[in-house]
């Protein structure tokens, strides 16, 4: 019996070996690196080499120069995260209770875009928001653009790409949530005199919020740390974090600014992911 | 299938007498090409316990469905205290209902899943209203659970309770107590009928339980295929059904065929593959022609070749013993008659009469005013085999 248990454990720990070789070798070591590479003295460069200094100023230096961009992340990921819950939400909604035989089929529809490379799919989006383009031009026509005002390249563009490319993520576990609700239990709450839209804040929003939880994070901790949308579709003026970062790393070669923004910015969401699940009650929820 | 049987006991459509309980008026729901329910008249006395009674997709559920406001009706009305509520929506109707699964709010605990259909409507004093309601229901202990926690029959009273703290003018009960074990359901069927006559508002319950309906119902409406086929007191159903359905699906009973010999006043005689018996006149649902002759199998009574019976009607000779089971308060046979059909006979166990054994030759009688007679045309074994789904 107590032969059994303990083979049985064991054979726990040996499944899990091949996961913590590949996050060892592939997540802490490099995170390791990145840290180190964050304390690294300012004054090297690729040809004459770095020297680990605790040089921690490359943090508040890093701080003074960029914050700008980091504080444009969090807004602009911040509203595309938004915008992605209501579109999603009504989306997965629909999806769930109204879509009748066509669910699978809408949920390949929701899943479709990741057939083609989301470079591409960024790329399309310059072609959509063009300044000769057919949105710009219904809406020079309809006046709400001026003659000469364009959406391209203005962060507009930069947030509409991120909510176009995240929408999926929020999309998926919002209708698995949504779907898992019971429809008699709305049905009930209409019984009981809840107007549909009382029933929903009651009822549908409640159960749903496993959904809602996942959904943001998964669109928000992505979206903050993003380039490429804003590297197609925006302009020096909507450079969000992860642009500067690829750029301190790739064309400045100021590898210590670079690695201390990512690890601020790492440490910046989870902060913010561990205050927003613990007030959105996650433990509370079935 | 009859539509005779429905229009005597509810009253036809011109009937605009305000009972002040539920009216029904030729209601029907079509989902595409598939009637569920069929210009269907009622009427439900306020007050009273009356169950909705029928197989499985007879379109009970879907009548629940549309008086509480969660179907709309193809065509018809539902009345409601002489108020018309056809299309009002569900959030405004005086009705409440106790759904099949229940359909507890899993995130709120048992004291707010109570407390929801008062917070809605903001009355005063919901917190007393909402622990004398758990009182009633005797889960006081309980309050700050989830449903999750709670036993199937616990889970059944918050139900109850969280619909009757409304009080509404009517209560829905969609087979409230299909989901619990035999033991608590009996159990159950008492508090139900309990609480019923404590608050007095008019109970709907749908069930394809016979015995259920039976046990609880002042009144039962049996319904098969969309219609209503017979509506009455328990007893006078099980007594004096009106149809092979109704006959079959309540208990159980012997259909023989026969012919019609003669009309009299108080009889109507029949004459049953040659074997004469009289049926009251208040008990023969069919004129002339062929019929079928129903006798409960409790009601018949069963003997040695030429044993005097007790009963004044024909004694049925020529019968042979096939099936014994003694089930212990009775003992139920099966006797093949010379015309090759089997009948059932319970007999009970009261110690003064043998028990027969299989092979036996015997006769059959039994006392005329405990015999029906229903239309040929249906069929005999309509409702058979349907209660225990």
Same mark, same amino acid.
Request: aromatic share 10%.
């Given at each position: 019996?107590?032969?059994?248990?303990?083979?049985?454990?064991?054979?726990?720990?040996?499944?899990?070996?091949?996961?913590?070789?590949?996050?060892?070798?592939?997540?802490?070591?490099?995170?390791?690196?990145?840290?180190?590479?964050?304390?690294?003295?300012?004054?090297?460069?690729?040809?004459?080499?770095?020297?680990?200094?605790?040089?921690?100023?490359?943090?508040?230096?890093?701080?003074?120069?960029?914050?700008?961009?980091?504080?444009?992340?969090?807004?602009?990921?911040?509203?595309?995260?938004?915008?992605?819950?209501?579109?999603?939400?009504?989306?997965?909604?629909?999806?769930?209770?109204?879509?009748?035989?066509?669910?699978?089929?809408?949920?390949?529809?929701?899943?479709?875009?990741?057939?083609?490379?989301?470079?591409?799919?960024?790329?399309?989006?310059?072609?959509?928001?063009?300044?000769?383009?057919?949105?710009?031009?219904?809406?020079?026509?309809?006046?709400?653009?001026?003659?000469?005002?364009?959406?391209?390249?203005?962060?507009?563009?930069?947030?509409?790409?991120?909510?176009?490319?995240?929408?999926?993520?929020?999309?998926?576990?919002?209708?698995?949530?949504?779907?898992?609700?019971?429809?008699?239990?709305?049905?009930?709450?209409?019984?009981?005199?809840?107007?549909?839209?009382?029933?929903?804040?009651?009822?549908?929003?409640?159960?749903?919020?496993?959904?809602?939880?996942?959904?943001?994070?998964?669109?928000?901790?992505?979206?903050?740390?993003?380039?490429?949308?804003?590297?197609?579709?925006?302009?020096?003026?909507?450079?969000?974090?992860?642009?500067?970062?690829?750029?301190?790393?790739?064309?400045?070669?100021?590898?210590?600014?670079?690695?201390?923004?990512?690890?601020?910015?790492?440490?910046?969401?989870?902060?913010?992911?561990?205050?927003?699940?613990?007030?959105?009650?996650?433990?509370?929820?079935? | 299938?009859?539509?005779?049987?429905?229009?005597?006991?509810?009253?036809?459509?011109?009937?605009?007498?305000?009972?002040?309980?539920?009216?029904?008026?030729?209601?029907?729901?079509?989902?595409?090409?598939?009637?569920?329910?069929?210009?269907?008249?009622?009427?439900?006395?306020?007050?009273?316990?009356?169950?909705?009674?029928?197989?499985?997709?007879?379109?009970?559920?879907?009548?629940?469905?549309?008086?509480?406001?969660?179907?709309?009706?193809?065509?018809?009305?539902?009345?409601?205290?002489?108020?018309?509520?056809?299309?009002?929506?569900?959030?405004?109707?005086?009705?409440?209902?106790?759904?099949?699964?229940?359909?507890?709010?899993?995130?709120?605990?048992?004291?707010?899943?109570?407390?929801?259909?008062?917070?809605?409507?903001?009355?005063?004093?919901?917190?007393?209203?909402?622990?004398?309601?758990?009182?009633?229901?005797?889960?006081?202990?309980?309050?700050?659970?989830?449903?999750?926690?709670?036993?199937?029959?616990?889970?059944?009273?918050?139900?109850?309770?969280?619909?009757?703290?409304?009080?509404?003018?009517?209560?829905?009960?969609?087979?409230?107590?299909?989901?619990?074990?035999?033991?608590?359901?009996?159990?159950?069927?008492?508090?139900?009928?309990?609480?019923?006559?404590?608050?007095?508002?008019?109970?709907?319950?749908?069930?394809?339980?016979?015995?259920?309906?039976?046990?609880?119902?002042?009144?039962?409406?049996?319904?098969?295929?969309?219609?209503?086929?017979?509506?009455?007191?328990?007893?006078?159903?099980?007594?004096?059904?009106?149809?092979?359905?109704?006959?079959?699906?309540?208990?159980?009973?012997?259909?023989?065929?026969?012919?019609?010999?003669?009309?009299?006043?108080?009889?109507?005689?029949?004459?049953?593959?040659?074997?004469?018996?009289?049926?009251? /006149?208040? =008990?023969?649902?069919?004129?002339?022609? !062929?019929?079928?002759?129903?006798? %409960? #199998? @409790?009601?018949?009574?069963?003997? &040695?070749?030429?044993?005097?019976?007790?009963?004044?009607?024909?004694?049925?000779?020529?019968?042979?013993?096939?099936?014994?089971?003694?089930?212990?308060?009775?003992?139920?046979?099966?006797?093949?008659?010379?015309?090759?059909?089997?009948?059932?006979?319970?007999?009970?166990?009261?110690? /003064?009469? =043998?028990?027969?054994?299989?092979?036996? !030759?015997?006769?059959?009688?039994? %006392? #005329? @005013?405990?015999?029906?007679?229903? &239309?040929?045309?249906?069929?005999?074994?309509?409702?058979?085999?349907?209660?225990?789904?």
């Amino acid at each position: 019996m107590s032969e059994t248990v303990r083979r049985r454990g064991l054979t726990g720990y040996i499944l899990l070996i091949p996961a913590i070789i590949w996050l060892a070798l592939f997540f802490l070591v490099p995170f390791y690196s990145l840290i180190a590479t964050s304390l690294f003295n300012k004054g090297g460069s690729d040809f004459r080499g770095y020297t680990m200094v605790y040089e921690w100023s490359n943090y508040t230096d890093a701080l003074k120069n960029y914050w700008p961009q980091l504080v444009r992340s969090l807004v602009y990921g911040g509203i595309a995260t938004l915008l992605c819950l209501i579109i999603g939400y009504v989306l997965a909604y629909a999806i769930a209770f109204k879509a009748g035989p066509f669910k699978n089929l809408m949920l390949v529809l929701v899943i479709a875009p990741f057939f083609t490379s989301f470079l591409v799919r960024t790329l399309s989006w310059k072609l959509i928001l063009a300044d000769d383009g057919w949105v710009v031009n219904s809406l020079q026509f309809v006046h709400i653009l001026g003659p000469n005002g364009h959406l391209l390249y203005t962060p507009f563009a930069v947030v509409m790409g991120l909510t176009y490319n995240f929408l999926p993520f929020m999309v998926l576990p919002l209708f698995a949530s949504i779907d898992k609700i019971d429809y008699r239990l709305i049905e009930a709450a209409n019984d009981l005199y809840a107007n549909p839209i009382i029933g929903f804040w009651k009822v549908t929003w409640p159960l749903s919020l496993p959904g809602v939880i996942s959904g943001t994070l998964l669109t928000f901790i992505p979206a903050v740390g993003d380039y490429i949308n804003d590297q197609l579709l925006g302009s020096t003026r909507t450079r969000m974090i992860g642009n500067t970062i690829q750029s301190l790393f790739t064309q400045a070669n100021d590898y210590p600014a670079a690695a201390a923004l990512s690890v601020m910015l790492m440490v910046l969401i989870v902060a913010m992911v561990l205050v927003y699940v613990k007030r959105a009650g996650t433990e509370d929820l079935l | 299938m009859s539509h005779l049987a429905e229009t005597e006991t509810a009253s036809p459509s011109d009937g605009e007498t305000p009972t002040g309980g539920l009216e029904l008026r030729e209601l029907t729901k079509e989902f595409g090409a598939f009637t569920a329910v069929d210009r269907l008249d009622l009427d439900v006395p306020s007050g009273s316990f009356f169950a909705l009674l029928g197989p499985s997709g007879c379109g009970k559920t879907t009548t629940l469905r549309m008086v509480a406001g969660l179907e709309t009706p193809t065509s018809g009305t539902i009345r409601l205290g002489g108020k018309d509520i056809t299309y009002e929506k569900p959030y405004r109707r005086p009705v409440n209902t106790v759904f099949q699964n229940y359909a507890l709010f899993p995130h709120l605990d048992i004291f707010e899943n109570v407390a929801f259909g008062p917070r809605r409507r903001r009355a005063d004093g919901v917190d007393a209203e909402v622990h004398r309601m758990l009182e009633l229901v005797e889960l006081t202990s309980q309050t700050r659970k989830r449903p999750a926690q709670l036993s199937g029959g616990q889970q059944q009273r918050v139900a109850l309770a969280r619909a009757l703290i409304n009080k509404p003018e009517l209560l829905l009960l969609d087979e409230p107590l299909g989901a619990l074990d035999l033991k608590l359901r009996r159990q159950m069927q008492i508090e139900l009928k309990r609480i019923q006559t404590e608050v007095g508002i008019t109970f709907i319950h749908v069930t394809h339980d016979q015995e259920e309906a039976m046990t609880m119902a002042d009144t039962i409406a049996v319904m098969n295929a969309g219609v209503i086929e017979q509506m009455g007191a328990p007893d006078e159903l099980y007594e004096n059904p009106r149809t092979t359905f109704v006959a079959n699906f309540l208990g159980q009973s012997n259909l023989i065929e026969g012919t019609i010999a003669s009309q009299g006043a108080e009889m109507t005689t029949v004459d049953m593959h040659g074997i004469t018996v009289s049926v009251l /006149r208040g =008990r023969a649902h069919t004129e002339s022609g !062929q019929g079928w002759v129903g006798i %409960r #199998p @409790e009601k018949v009574l069963i003997g &040695d070749v030429g044993e005097a019976l007790d009963a004044p009607g024909n004694t049925i000779p020529g019968g042979v013993v096939t099936d014994v089971s003694f089930v212990g308060v009775s003992t139920q046979y099966l006797v093949k008659m010379p015309w090759g059909q089997e009948l059932q006979v319970f007999e009970q166990n009261t110690g /003064r009469r =043998r028990l027969f054994r299989v092979g036996d !030759q015997v006769e059959l009688s039994w %006392r #005329p @005013e405990y015999a029906f007679l229903l &239309d040929h045309e249906q069929d005999a074994s309509a409702g058979a085999q349907l209660d225990d789904e």
